[in-house]
């Protein structure tokens, strides 16, 4: 789980390992955040707190807020960028862990998963893999932690977590309680939810994810029916068939590990933020005024969507609603690449690159710093901006970072 807030510049003062409901232990030497993160990059935090138990995260967010502090949540620390100066604030890393099955009010062929946010997310995949149970096999290899999946409504290869997703725990700021949120309650959409900050905005609800619920399907070991073309053409089957889940998850991890997207320590294209810019949704005209050939997908549109209207206020004529344009979701990859900005490059003295092996995912090339990576993005942005009129819009979570 990655993720809360804006960064402030570090004081290298303190710094708390460790911490219980009772007691905390401290060290005079702070370690750089660039040691939690897959980026490797981020100058240290004035104090570290690491849960290990839910009591514990409870705690400690609790406790930082209470002191009117801002706390930077990281648990796979697999989609922030973090300033060079640090964070002037606690960290606090999620190390939770735990994954319970609920039996109780399930129906037939489901498999309720209770997870604590601590969680590596790859790790769940595999546990619900080896356990023949379908509904994530496709979402194999995606790094970070449990917590910070519907955070972002993680996806890929035609499946996304919504689709399973049931429910999550919340510490609420407002209320500093915990309650279960149903995940329809979430505003899950492409890469978003109520809890996401957008480039630096406020979250729409401001809450921590202590745990998650899921519900996977008993298919007999077989996967859910493939739903991405590439995915299918790899395993050589059809859209719409199954395999099981076991063939899929090693061909996603395949399919991933060739674009660089599943963390190899000893490979610096795995050190980046996985895909840093979302994949861009315009209204359909827009994307007529696209070269012919640059991909783009149709966006369901909410048609069924229920109009409600108050008693007191219904006059016995019901309007038609506004026809809506189309939306189309467009490839970030092929407009970076079609803008001149291709596998490999990078600036001049700068140790960040674009990946050699995919266009979507900046890295660092080995001593790489937060600006040059922020640098780089700038660069990626103003080159498609100015070839096809898109801003691309960053997915890592910016802390004291600006593009």
Request: charged residues 25%; negative net charge.
């Amino acid at each position: 789980m990655t993720d809360r807030p804006r960064g402030r510049h570090a004081r290298p003062d303190t710094h708390v390992d460790e911490v219980a409901p009772s007691r905390t232990r401290i060290s005079q030497k702070p370690t750089p955040i660039a040691a939690y993160t897959t980026f490797r990059v981020g100058g240290p935090a004035a104090s570290t707190v690491v849960a290990t138990t839910r009591d514990q995260l409870v705690d400690a967010v609790r406790n930082t807020w209470r002191a009117h502090d801002e706390p930077l949540l990281i648990g796979g620390g697999s989609n922030s960028l973090v300033s060079d100066d640090g964070f002037d604030g606690t960290l606090i890393r999620v190390a939770t862990s735990g994954i319970e099955r609920i039996a109780e009010d399930v129906p037939d062929g489901i498999v309720r998963l209770r997870v604590e946010a601590g969680e590596s997310w790859d790790g769940l995949v595999a546990h619900a893999v080896e356990h023949g149970w379908a509904g994530i096999e496709a979402l194999s290899g995606i790094p970070g932690s449990c917590g910070a999946a519907p955070i972002q409504n993680i996806g890929a290869y035609g499946q996304e977590l919504e689709s399973v997703l049931v429910a999550v725990d919340l510490l609420d700021r407002a209320t500093l309680e915990v309650t279960r949120v149903p995940a329809d309650e979430l505003g899950l959409g492409y890469r978003t939810s109520t809890l996401k900050r957008h480039s630096g905005d406020e979250p729409e609800r401001d809450a921590v994810v202590l745990g998650i619920e899921i519900d996977l399907r008993d298919n007999g070991g077989l996967s859910e029916p493939i739903a991405y073309a590439q995915l299918a053409f790899s395993l050589g089957v059809e859209l719409g068939e199954r395999l099981s889940v076991a063939q899929v998850r090693k061909t996603v991890l395949a399919l991933r590990a060739s674009k660089g997207m599943v963390w190899d320590a000893s490979d610096p294209d795995t050190w980046s933020a996985g895909s840093f810019f979302t994949n861009p949704v315009v209204a359909e005209s827009f994307a007529r005024t696209l070269p012919e050939r640059a991909p783009r997908w149709p966006v369901d549109s909410d048609d069924d969507a229920v109009t409600v209207i108050p008693l007191d206020e219904f006059t016995g004529e019901i309007q038609r609603p506004a026809p809506r344009e189309a939306q189309v979701k467009l490839s970030a990859a092929w407009l970076i690449e079609n803008a001149g900005v291709h596998r490999g490059f990078q600036l001049p003295g700068s140790h960040a690159a674009i990946s050699s092996k995919h266009t979507l995912a900046l890295t660092n090339r080995g001593g790489a710093s937060a600006d040059e990576i922020a640098e780089l993005a700038r660069y990626v942005q103003a080159r498609v901006q100015s070839e096809f009129g898109v801003i691309l819009q960053p997915e890592p979570v910016l802390v004291g970072v600006e593009i």
